[in-house]
């Protein structure tokens, strides 16, 4: 029984000193190469600097799509409102930040033919909420 207690201390303390060892050491991260990697790591490590390799191309990157910002999504039907209380709903196959700033044109410009937002904005001398434009829908097939 005495060569297991031995060995066991004999681990517990490789563990302790690989610990020590661990927490004295400099992390750098670095993108992998085949070949240079692993010499950069056989260099660093008795240095002191532990190298950890990251993927330049995770699969996780090329499977997951990100929603575009609402501002820029296309086919949609939008809100607008005012200060009044009323709000402008109308659809667009245009990115959004473009028809806003379509509508936006026409306001300020005193174009009311050419927009209802800008015909109400005038008429009513009311002020229009640009900043709290929302998409209440997105269409996918249009």
């Known amino acids: 029984m ?9 681990s517990w303390t490789d563990m302790i000193k690989h ?3 661990q927490e004295t050491l ?3 991260t670095i993108p992998y190469e085949q070949g240079t990697s692993e ?18 191309n995770a699969l996780r990157s090329n499977l997951s799509k990100t929603k575009p910002p609402q501002n820029q ?3 949609v039907i939008y ?8 709000a402008y709903i109308k659809e667009t196959k245009m990115p959004l930040n473009v028809q806003i700033k379509e509508h936006r044109k026409h306001t300020t410009k005193g174009e009311t033919t050419k927009s209802g937002l800008g015909e109400h904005a005038w008429k009513e001398h009311h002020n229009i909420l640009w900043e709290d434009a929302k998409v209440l829908n997105t269409e996918i097939h249009w």
């Open 79 to 86: 809100h607008i409102p005012c200060t009044c209380g009323k």
């Open 19 to 21: 610990q020590k060892e």
């Open 73 to 75: 999504t296309k086919n």
């Open 2 to 10: 005495a060569p297991q207690g031995n060995s066991s201390r004999k």
């Open 39 to 56: 010499k950069i790591r056989r260099i660093a490590r008795p240095l002191g600097v532990r190298t950890v390799f990251s993927s330049r």
């Open 26 to 28: 400099v992390g750098l």
